[in-house]
């Protein structure tokens, strides 16, 4: 049995994709079409409760949710394909470091610029300081990590697929040349390399 990654067109599950195809693993891809809020109904629910992408089923059946968590599940079954440093190379706690912030800052405020009604009546205004706020983490990450193209150097890590994905969120596709470009060749990077080039071009085009 292969593993089965419920998931859409954009969303969090381009990461997983991306790390499954690094990987070399196998996946049935399910789709929940966020569109529909498919990811709502309760056959969904009875799989996910939080009715969230993506949901990654184990060959054993096992259920993982949360994006973040389901990346370093596949990082530790599958330690073959280097996708983190090891566990006392300093260099993992430097992508982990940048791949938790990312999680915990700028994932949220995706979650306030898609769904600004879930936080309040001023919608224009909760979405504007969503991506604000989501903006000054990426220039941060831009000026402290220094990618060159990917946060190792040349070596790609897990921390560097999460980048580049939630980098082309957010309107930020157009806003990242200009202001973080070093993110942006980041990115560029994920998407050209050979074994990504394939599932990244059913999320997203590459970026120039």
């Known amino acids: 049995m292969s593993y089965i990654l419920y998931g859409d067109r954009r969303s969090g599950s381009a990461t997983v994709e991306l790390a499954l195809a690094e990987i070399g693993a196998t996946a049935e891809l399910r789709p929940v079409s966020i569109d529909t809020n498919a990811q709502l109904a309760e056959d969904y629910h009875r799989i996910n409760p939080m009715g969230r992408l993506p949901t990654l089923?184990?060959?054993?059946?096992t259920v993982v949710t949360e994006s973040t968590a389901i990346l370093l599940t596949l990082e530790a079954r599958h330690p073959e394909a280097g996708l983190l440093p090891p566990a006392a190379d300093p260099g993992r706690a430097l992508v982990l470091r940048w791949m938790m912030l990312a999680a915990s800052e700028i994932y949220p405020c995706v979650t306030r610029?898609?769904?600004?009604?879930?936080?309040?009546?001023?919608?224009e205004s909760i979405?504007?300081?969503?991506r604000e706020m989501a903006r000054e983490y990426w220039q941060l990450i831009?000026?402290?990590a220094v990618p060159a193209p990917f946060l190792l150097g040349n070596r790609?890590?897990?921390a560097?697929?999460?980048l580049a994905v939630l980098s082309r969120w957010m309107g930020n596709e157009d806003w990242m040349p200009e202001h973080c470009p070093r993110i942006q060749g980041l990115a560029r990077a994920v998407a050209t390399r050979p074994r990504l080039a394939s599932a990244w071009s059913r999320h997203f085009p590459v970026p120039p």
Do not use: K
């Not at 089923?57 to 059946?61: A, K, M, Q, R, V």
């Not at 610029?113 to 919608?123: I, K, N, V, W």
């Open 57 to 61: 089923i184990l060959p054993d059946g």
């Open 113 to 123: 610029s898609d769904y600004p009604e879930r936080f309040g009546a001023e919608l």
């Open 127 to 130: 979405r504007r300081r969503a």
């Open 142 to 144: 831009e000026r402290e």
């Open 156 to 158: 790609l890590t897990l």
């Open 160 to 162: 560097d697929i999460y």
